[in-house]
């Protein structure tokens, strides 16, 4: 979670002081510019640790941004979307399709002893085990959803030291911005 601490809020105050509402637009700029990074950086860090392309994530991910304004100085990014099938992030099998080895992580991958790559008639390509031993039926294999990615520790404590530092770093830009006469 980020945020503004008392004392930088009531410098801001004590600053903008003589302009009308200057006070709570600095800290929505700030705070808005802080929530556009998360969505940024998040993307970036889930390409460190997880063995996914970003278009892959971007399609899967359904990311939400609540922005702040002068009226509420709070705002949100949240993270939902659907699993993303095992043969999108690494994947290696031999020509036969068979031996399929797959990796979610970066620097770790597992080898599904019965499974194997399946081209489907509607075009979806995907990694599939069968769930008895008739050729029927089979399951095809899941890799993490984007919010579950999201979610890492290491992918959250990096978000949140990089939007912090932008908005300690932003508010000393919307006070200069404010005082200067733009954003009135």
Do not use: C, W
């Amino acid at each position: 979670m980020i945020g503004i601490s008392e004392e930088s809020l009531k410098r801001v105050e004590r600053i903008l002081a003589s302009v009308p509402g200057g006070a709570e637009k600095a800290l929505a700029g700030a705070m808005n510019r802080g929530l556009s990074r998360i969505r940024t950086e998040s993307k970036r860090q889930v390409r460190e640790v997880y063995a996914v392309q970003s278009s892959v994530f971007s399609s899967a991910a359904n990311i939400r941004l609540g922005k702040a304004n002068t009226g509420n100085l709070s705002g949100y990014v949240s993270f939902s979307g659907y699993k993303i099938p095992l043969y999108k992030f690494r994947v290696t099998s031999d020509s036969a399709g068979k031996h399929v080895r797959a990796a979610v992580k970066k620097g770790g991958d597992t080898e599904f002893r019965h499974a194997f790559v399946a081209h489907m008639r509607n075009g979806h390509t995907g990694i599939f085990e069968r769930k008895t031993s008739e050729r029927f039926p089979i399951e095809e294999k899941m890799g993490l959803a984007a919010a579950q990615m999201v979610k890492n520790e290491k992918i959250v404590s990096a978000v949140e030291k990089d939007a912090q530092e932008l908005v300690s770093r932003r508010l000393e830009h919307e006070i200069e911005r404010i005082l200067n006469g733009y954003g009135r």
